[in-house]
């Protein structure tokens, strides 16, 4: 029997019973459709914390001071003051790989503006840090050098810090009060929202390292150094090089333990990809068990199929279907089943994902080759699952198939 | 003898119900020529319906020959078979076995999808021209629920002409039918016999089976009587005018 005409007859006993035909698809239609959608919005979440975390800034090298260590008695990470503003000097002066370097100094701090008042974090910065950590003005300026220099009383407040204490006003200009101490807003920075850690990077408050240092802080402690390499590439480069400048100034002799720590993205990033990419491997799983269902329905309903068609099998058998074609010719009423299925799955998991996606703020990411892979699973499970129903059909006898009431 | 189409050999079938064995045919020997309209009778339980499914190849006897056309047919497997019946051989049943909520033109045109060979090179024309045949050229595009008993065999007959067989099986073919359809029925296919196609014909009825040339009898497995119809009937003869011009 032609292709052509075998594909017809097995779209035309789907079609006598149309209802059947489409709750069967819909067990395909519903396995795809939740496989692609889930895998879609997997992935599209995981390039969302990705982008999160290289928001805090780009190729971000952190310096932190060692832990402290007295009579056996350990303080945490960041025990130790061994970081200064000469460290920063030093790296700023002869880092060849670094974009930027800016000292962080923190400082909790309650702020008063006129009636209102707002606890928020000061941080003592240099210039850089606005292109270090990915922060951009939204109306009014940054300070630069002179104002580091004179330890000028300026500050660039962050949209949180705005709204709290300036509702519906523009700051830029105002002045804030940050422990007693005067400063004038030059400047208001562009939300960032929320980091991949779940803190809000818009309740802050910058202001020159300086100022921060010697006029609200206790002069000499350095929370961390904020280091950006030049390339991805170079991280590792910055990494020793920072060790190296740091170990100098430090004059710690060979085989003495560095008294500061280095963080990197790196390992934020991978660990945040390992969790949503171990979540989408357990949805999608979740997914696949249905789509198995999915084939399951059909082998069921082209069981039932053959036993009501036992009759019309045994006609074609008279008339010379040799078992060889009423098996294809059941193999292909299971694959067009699955195959429709699977289509309409995809059009519907991508629906799903693009809707879920804009209903739960989540990017959905469509990977063309997920969708090849559906493609070929469809077919491969009518296949598989049309085989046994399409075996037992080709193998009736013709008489006892003709005598079939 | 000359001619013939059918030559089976000491036919014998043997069916095995758990301890008993059933001896349905016991060395039947039987000849029919090319042309001939021969009408198998017997009593249920005479082996006439275990013969009619080895003639239609739809089963294994459990030794003797068979030759169908010149082909030995006996020692054929299922996809063998299947095309032998395919080329050589068309059905009629009873129970008229056409596809449901399929039309007639494609129930026609069915067993030429099958054809291997592609003996014939426009189905759908061969099965337009089979259903004229049989005066069914008004309802190409009646699905069987909308057809009568008699048109519904009709059909049938049409599928089993279009393949241009050696040979047309008709098992009790008027056994669904009333008296006027059955004549129909039978003067229709003494037409397609003075075209020259061979019939074997099964059926109970004595009335039905002098319509044919010859008539064999069976009894337990044996050919009890095998002899020329004398007073044969001209089916024709006895339909009232309209249903005549069906047929011409």
Not at chain 1, 256 to 280: H, K, L
Not at chain 1, 348 to 360: E, K, Y
Request: glycine letters at 10%; one cysteine or more; charged letters at 20%.
């Amino acid at each position: 029997m032609k292709w052509q005409s075998l594909i017809k007859v097995a779209l035309m006993s789907l079609l006598r019973n149309p209802m059947r035909s489409l709750l069967t698809m819909l067990g395909m239609i519903i396995g795809v459709g939740s496989v692609i959608a889930l895998v879609a919005l997997g992935e599209g979440s995981q390039k969302d914390i990705q982008g999160q975390i290289s928001s805090l800034g780009t190729n971000l090298l952190i310096v932190m001071p060692g832990s402290s260590q007295m009579g056996g008695v350990r303080g945490g990470s960041g025990s130790l003051g061994t970081l200064s503003m000469a460290d920063v000097e030093t790296l700023r002066k002869n880092g060849r790989l670094f974009r930027g370097v800016s000292p962080e100094i923190r400082v909790q701090a309650q702020i008063i503006a006129g009636a209102s008042n707002w606890n928020s974090m000061v941080m003592g910065v240099a210039p850089e840090y606005l292109d270090i950590r990915n922060y951009q003005v939204a109306s009014g300026n940054f300070f630069g050098e002179r104002e580091v220099k004179s330890r000028a009383k300026v500050a660039v407040i962050g949209q949180t810090v705005a709204r709290e204490l300036f509702p519906g006003e523009d700051p830029v200009g105002a002045r804030i009060r940050i422990r007693n101490v005067p400063f004038l807003v030059t400047g208001v920075l562009s939300s960032k929202g929320q980091s991949a850690m779940g803190s809000d990077q818009d309740d802050i408050i910058l202001a020159p390292s300086t100022s921060v240092l010697y006029r609200l802080g206790d002069g000499k402690t350095v929370r961390s150094i904020n280091v950006s390499a030049v390339s991805e590439k170079d991280m590792e480069a910055a990494k020793s090089e920072i060790i190296t400048l740091l170990r100098g100034q430090h004059r710690l002799a060979p085989g003495e333990d560095d008294d500061f720590r280095i963080r990197d993205q790196t390992e934020i990033i991978q660990m945040a990809t390992s969790v949503t990419g171990t979540m989408t491997l357990l949805l999608s799983s979740v997914a696949g068990v249905s789509l198995l269902v999915g084939g399951i329905g059909i082998m069921n309903i082209m069981l039932v199929s053959v036993t009501e068609r036992t009759r019309e099998i045994g006609i074609r058998l008279a008339i010379g279907a040799r078992p060889l074609d009423v098996l294809v010719q059941f193999l292909i009423e299971a694959a067009i089943l699955s195959i429709f299925g699977g289509a309409v799955g995809i059009l519907t998991g991508l629906g799903t994902a693009w809707g879920l996606g804009s209903l739960l703020g989540v990017s959905s990411v469509i990977n063309p080759l997920m969708i090849v892979v559906a493609v070929l699973f469809t077919a491969v499970v009518g296949v598989f699952f049309g085989f046994y129903p399409a075996r037992k059909a080709s193998n009736l006898h013709p008489i006892d198939a003709l005598r079939y009431e | 003898m000359k001619d013939g189409i059918i030559e089976v050999r000491d036919l014998v079938k043997t069916f095995s119900l758990e301890d008993v064995q059933v001896h349905a045919l016991k060395g039947l020997s039987l000849t029919i020529r090319r042309g001939e309209y021969v009408s198998i009778m017997g009593t249920s339980g005479s082996g006439k319906s275990t013969l009619m499914n080895i003639l239609g190849c739809l089963d294994h006897p459990t030794s003797g020959t068979y030759l169908l056309d010149g082909t030995a047919v006996s020692g054929l497997n299922r996809t063998q078979l299947a095309g032998i019946r395919n080329e050589k051989i068309g059905f009629v049943f009873q129970g008229f076995n056409l596809l449901s909520r399929t039309t007639a033109l494609e129930n026609v045109e069915l067993p030429l999808l099958y054809d291997r060979r592609h003996r014939i090179g426009n189905p759908k024309k061969a099965a337009e021209e089979a259903l004229v045949r049989v005066g069914l050229g008004e309802r190409l595009k009646h699905e069987p629920n909308q057809l009568s008993g008699g048109q519904q065999q009709r059909v049938a007959i049409a599928r089993a002409l279009v393949t241009q067989p050696s040979i047309i099986l008709a098992d009790e073919p008027t056994g669904n039918l009333d008296s006027r359809t059955t004549q129909e029925i039978l003067a229709l296919f003494q037409k397609v016999n003075a075209d020259g196609m061979t019939l074997v014909m099964v059926t109970h009825d004595p009335d039905v089976a002098r319509y044919a040339e010859r008539i064999v009898e069976l009894r337990d497995g044996l050919v009890l009587r095998d002899e020329a119809v004398i007073d044969r009937c001209k089916a024709v003869l006895e339909l009232p005018p309209a249903a005549k011009e069906n047929l011409s």
